[in-house]
């Protein structure tokens, strides 16, 4: 009886061990939040270790997952031949009224450089990273390249595939990055509508198509209008090529992004020498620093 | 008697397959399989393996590793941390403590149940993501990831239950 008895407050307090452990895991998990709102240093560093060490086991798995995806959009090409084909043709005939058209403003632009004296725009350095994580969530939109620190990779370079412009970097490891693209919602773009000059921020909104904000200037935007980086905030190179309006309506004014986010197999990661879009790293502004000594 | 040391040893890894089997669905979902459907959502496939661990084999994925799991989700995904972490940690605990109900249940049931679970789960995921980032997240494509994740339940479950069935039979 006696012996029962001792068993079952040993269980109960077992039972009450358990549901403390469970609080305290819960409290744990807020405590993080906390942590990760507050922008802590020591955060971004544990993110960025985790996703370095795991970066060869996601490297490994990307690349039979490649294949199959090659395998697959052959078969999808070979189905749509035809259609693709006349496509070309008829994309072909419009190119060359293009190119026309483009031969002749080179040699108009660059008899005026020589007129004005222009200094060139530098080269840029570019890196090519193979994508090894692509976080398809409707929390953010992400991806992990296999390319870090040692490759020479920085926070806030911008990030091209082809001539689009796909995002920019977070976050860096010494073997990997974090690509945050440009439809996440904490990703902020400044932006100009090529043909007006309009300047605005591009917005995501973990949606497939941003939106554009803060408006300055000419406000006729219409569905066509590309969408280019502007210099502002000097983040971005401008003229680099995002997107195009796609609706004006009552949801704002939306881009469907140049970029097709499923394509993406390889990124190349541009080194303009320029401040990139993260200030973080820079030193705190001079005044801020000198409040405090007063 | 007591059992020999390669017979602890193999009841030892045997053991670390549930947890094992959930990282690596979560591993899968952060595979960059370019296809059109995937590319902007995948389903929560560690939400799944949770879930399902919690009600069969609760002893071997406690909430301690649900929590971890949902952390290492966190850092991979670069949403918001903790966030997934309490999710799961949330969804053990029910999971785990509505057990006696499932055992002996027709599939449906325990689909049915999971459709509740994951919809209270994701509804979860949202509100904190919404009051971390400040901003009201889209709720479209979370609505269409959760019918996703409920549309991949039986496949995932039937793969589940053959992995319990080869390597935990009786251990």
């Given at each position: 009886?006696?012996?029962?008895?001792?068993?079952?407050?040993?269980?109960?307090?077992?039972?009450?061990?358990?549901?403390?452990?469970?609080?305290?895991?819960?409290?744990?998990?807020?405590?993080?939040?906390?942590?990760?709102?507050?922008d802590i240093v020591l955060v971004e560093q544990t993110r960025v270790l985790v996703v370095d060490a795991l970066a060869p086991m996601l490297e490994a798995m990307a690349r039979p997952a490649a294949t199959v995806a090659r395998v697959t959009s052959g078969v999808h090409e070979l189905a749509n031949l035809r259609a693709e084909n006349a496509r070309l043709r008829e994309e072909?005939?419009?190119?060359?009224?293009?190119?026309?058209?483009?031969?002749?403003?080179?040699?108009?632009?660059?008899?005026?450089?020589?007129?004005?004296?222009?200094?060139?725009?530098?080269?840029?350095?570019?890196?090519?990273?193979r994508v090894i994580g692509d976080l398809g969530s409707a929390f953010g939109h992400s991806m992990l390249l296999a390319a870090g620190s040692r490759d020479g990779v920085r926070k806030g370079q911008a990030v091209m595939s082809g001539e689009a412009l796909v995002g920019h970097i977070a976050e860096v490891g010494v073997r990997s990055s974090r690509l945050l693209l440009i439809t996440d919602i904490n990703a902020r773009i400044p932006v100009v509508i090529e043909s007006t000059r309009t300047r605005a921020i591009l917005t995501g909104d973990n949606s497939a198509r941003p939106r554009l904000n803060y408006i300055v200037g000419n406000p006729a935007i219409s569905v066509g209008d590309r969408v280019v980086t502007s210099s502002s905030g000097a983040a971005f190179p401008p003229g680099l090529p995002v997107g195009v309006v796609v609706s004006v309506g009552e949801g704002g004014y939306r881009v469907e992004p140049f970029a097709r986010r499923h394509q993406l197999e390889f990124v190349s990661i541009v080194d303009y020498g320029l401040g990139g879009i993260l200030p973080f790293e820079r030193a705190p502004p001079d005044r801020r620093r000198r409040g405090r000594e007063e | 008697?007591?059992?020999?040391?390669?017979?602890?040893?193999?009841?030892?890894?045997?053991?670390?397959?549930?947890?094992?089997?959930?990282?690596?669905?979560?591993?899968?979902?952060?595979?960059?399989?370019?296809?059109?459907?995937?590319?902007?959502?995948?389903?929560?496939?560690?939400?799944?393996?949770?879930?399902?661990?919690?009600?069969?084999?609760?002893?071997?994925?406690?909430?301690?590793?649900?929590?971890?799991?949902?952390?290492?989700?966190?850092?991979?995904?670069?949403?918001?941390?903790?966030?997934?972490?309490?999710?799961?940690?949330?969804?053990?605990?029910?999971?785990a403590a509505q057990r006696r109900f499932f055992l002996g249940k027709s599939f449906a049931v325990t689909w049915w149940a999971f459709g509740l679970l994951a919809a209270g789960a994701i509804a979860l995921d949202w509100l904190l993501v919404t009051l971390i980032v400040g901003r009201v997240v889209d709720p479209a494509p979370v609505l269409f990831e959760y019918l996703m994740t409920l549309c991949c339940f039986p496949l995932l479950t039937w793969v589940l239950a053959r992995t319990q069935m080869a390597f935990l039979l009786d251990v």
């Open positions: 009886m006696k012996q029962s008895s001792a068993a079952g407050r040993l269980a109960t307090l077992r039972l009450l061990a358990h549901r403390f452990a469970f609080l305290m895991l819960a409290a744990s998990a807020f405590a993080l939040m906390m942590l990760g709102k507050a072909n005939a419009r190119l060359m009224r293009w190119q026309t058209v483009a031969r002749r403003l080179e040699a108009e632009t660059m008899v005026l450089h020589q007129q004005l004296n222009v200094v060139p725009d530098p080269d840029p350095a570019f890196v090519t990273a | 008697m007591k059992p020999s040391v390669w017979v602890r040893m193999d009841t030892w890894v045997r053991h670390l397959i549930p947890a094992t089997a959930t990282i690596f669905l979560l591993l899968l979902t952060v595979v960059p399989t370019r296809l059109t459907v995937f590319a902007d959502i995948a389903p929560m496939l560690p939400l799944m393996g949770v879930y399902y661990w919690a009600i069969y084999r609760p002893d071997l994925l406690p909430a301690w590793l649900a929590f971890a799991i949902g952390l290492l989700g966190d850092i991979v995904g670069g949403t918001p941390l903790g966030a997934n972490a309490l999710v799961l940690l949330l969804v053990q605990g029910t999971a």
